[in-house]
């Protein structure tokens, strides 16, 4: 065999393992996102819950014990809401579905979108919180200086550990794409 024929070898060996690292490359792209998620719902890392209520139909309410829930509101640049829970907190019994109320500014003469994004600490709460109905699950869009009361529905696990008396749900509201007129 000649020079040519091994360089030739050498080559095609090179292009099929860059070929094979390119699709691994593409296929833990697309698998980091799913990936991501499933460690954060087990580890409760990055504050993220689950969003079905599904648990609460076989709890039952724990009447031995209370829990504060209190809540706190960022708005991020880039965004000119007026964002606030409606009261502070609340004290819930394990089990027992609560709602409170979240109001909405857009402070603009324009339309504006805005996506709330959840964290729940301590993190050994996390698993524990569970929301039911949440403005968080989709985008928000408010009209030039309008105003919107935006509930959220959510009860405690009855699992959430003793050594836990209050948990903070905290939201950050983000400027999403801006809507058309």
């Not at 880039?78 to 579905?97: A, C, D, E, T, Y």
């Not at 699950?137 to 009855?158: D, I, N």
């Amino acid at each position: 065999m000649n020079a040519y024929e091994e360089r030739q070898k050498a080559n095609r060996r090179l292009g099929l393992k860059l070929l094979w690292l390119v699709g691994g490359s593409i296929l833990f792209a697309f698998s980091l996102v799913p990936l991501y998620d499933v460690f954060c719902t087990v580890t409760g890392l990055n504050g993220k819950t689950e969003n079905s209520a599904t648990q609460q139909l076989h709890s039952a309410v724990d009447e031995q014990r209370w829990v504060k829930v209190e809540f706190t509101s960022n708005v991020m640049p880039g965004l000119s809401w007026n964002f606030h829970p409606k009261q502070n907190s609340v004290m819930v019994r394990p089990g027992q579905i609560e709602t409170v109320l979240f109001e909405a500014r857009n402070m603009t003469n324009e339309v504006v979108a805005g996506q709330a994004v959840p964290s729940v600490s301590p993190s050994s709460a996390t698993t524990h919180f569970k929301k039911i109905e949440c403005f968080c699950f989709v985008r928000q869009e408010l009209q030039p200086g309008e105003s919107k009361l935006m509930p959220l529905r959510f009860y405690v696990s009855p699992d959430l550990p003793q050594k836990v008396e209050v948990v903070t749900l905290s939201y950050a509201f983000f400027n999403a794409v801006k809507a058309a007129n």
